[in-house]
Every structure is written in structure tokens, then in C-alpha cells.
């Protein structure tokens, strides 16, 4: 429950942050506000990759708790009920591999592209701004007018820095809830290991060798 509401307070502390830069943009710059809106979409896919990933461990944990011993439990009933992407790998780690469990694919990417657009968006907007200082400073030779046609280049400097702080405080958080739900994932491994070891040892590929192996013994000591 507590991972669950940091999740949520990461995603909407994030999800707040373009919000609020992207308002700064509206009818003020076009550009930045497109760089914003791209920010936000591309925050939006990693937070519904984490959210699928994050259901996937629930299921799994869920599974894990109704996982027990006896004649009326089947292992191939009990493997439907994970989700499928999960399905091949726990099967696999029952039988003995020590293989991981499917992790985030694009998170991680999207993380550092967060950062890269709100850069992006910084130096166009910089572009911008010194092409402005430059034509201000070649159009008068008057101080004053010179003043005045620097004024707005200065003035969007803050809109310029605006799409750098989406981007990273974009990705500061969906880095965080990358972080909260690898640990989840970890802890629900763990319990899966666990399970191995106790209601699901019977379906070892190890466990049955061994059991195999040992009433050879038997049978030979017999003779």
C-alpha cells in the first residue's frame, strides 16, 4: 500500500510539472509548447508500461498466495492464471533455471529521452532568443532601441529553461516509479523462490531428479 501511494505521488508530481510548463507556453511559444506536449506523451507511455508491469506482479503475488500442496493442485491450471508474459519465465524458474523475470523494455529508455527533449526544447529556444538579440542589436544603433528589442529575447529565456524542467522533473519521477516497481518485482520473486522451495518443490525438474535418483538407490540396495 505504501509503494502503491509513492507510485502515485511520483506520477502525478511529474504529470503536475508539464502541466504546469506546458501552461506557461500556451499563445506564448508555439515550439515549446509542442516540445512539451511530446514531453508529456512520451511520460504517458512509460507510466501505463509501469502500470502494466506493476499489475503483472500483482497477479503474481496473488497466484504465489493461493499456490499449495495436494493432489487437487495443477500446476498448468495455476500457470494460466499468471499473466502471459510472466507464464513462460515462472514455469522455467519452478523447473530449476534461475532465469529473471521480465523486466520494464522501454522505461528505461524513455527515461533518458525525457531529459533529452527537455533539452532539445531548451536549445531551440535558445536559438531563438540569441537570433532575436542579434537582430535587435544590427536593426539601431540607439541605446534605447536596442533596449527594447532586447527585451523580449531576454523574456523568453524562461520559457526556453521551462522545457528543460518538464523534461527532467518528468524523469526523476518516472525513474522513481521505474525504481518502486523493480522492487516490487524483486520482493515477488523473492516469495516465488520461496514457493519453489515449499508448495511447488514437487514440480522441480531438481526435486524430481533427486527423487528419481534416490529410489534407484532403494531399488539397488533391495537387490
Excluded: C
Excluded at 66 to 88: H, I, Y
Excluded at 148 to 159: K, M, N, R, T
Amino acid at each position: 500500500m505504501k509503494t502503491k501511494l509513492l507510485f502515485i505521488t511520483a506520477a502525478f508530481l511529474g504529470a503536475l510539472a508539464i502541466v504546469w510548463m506546458g501552461l506557461g507556453f500556451i499563445g506564448a511559444n508555439p515550439l515549446a509548447m509542442l516540445v512539451t506536449l511530446v514531453i508529456g506523451f512520451v511520460y504517458t507511455l512509460g507510466l501505463a508500461e509501469l502500470t502494466g508491469f506493476r499489475r503483472a506482479t500483482a497477479q503474481l503475488s496473488t497466484a504465489l498466495d493461493e499456490a499449495r500442496e495436494g493432489d487437487d493442485f495443477s500446476l498448468p491450471q495455476w500457470l494460466e492464471t499468471l499473466p502471459v508474459a510472466l507464464r513462460n519465465a515462472v514455469n522455467q524458474r519452478i523447473e530449476g533455471e534461475k532465469v529473471g523475470l521480465p523486466a520494464p523494455v522501454f522505461t528505461p529508455y524513455l527515461v533518458g529521452l525525457l531529459v533529452m527533449l527537455g533539452l532539445l526544447g531548451s536549445f531551440i529556444g535558445m536559438g531563438d532568443i540569441l537570433q532575436g538579440a542579434v537582430s535587435a542589436l544590427q536593426g539601431s544603433t540607439e541605446l534605447e532601441a536596442i533596449r527594447a528589442g532586447l527585451a523580449a529575447p531576454i523574456e523568453g529565456l524562461s520559457l526556453a529553461f521551462g522545457t528543460s524542467v518538464a523534461g527532467i522533473a518528468a524523469s526523476a519521477m518516472l525513474g522513481l516509479n521505474s525504481t518502486l516497481s523493480r522492487r516490487e518485482r524483486m520482493l515477488a520473486t523473492r516469495e516465488l523462490d520461496r514457493s519453489i522451495a515449499g508448495p511447488l518443490r514437487q514440480y522441480s525438474l531438481h526435486h524430481n531428479r533427486q527423487q528419481t535418483y534416490l529410489a534407484m538407490q532403494g531399488q539397488a540396495q533391495a537387490l
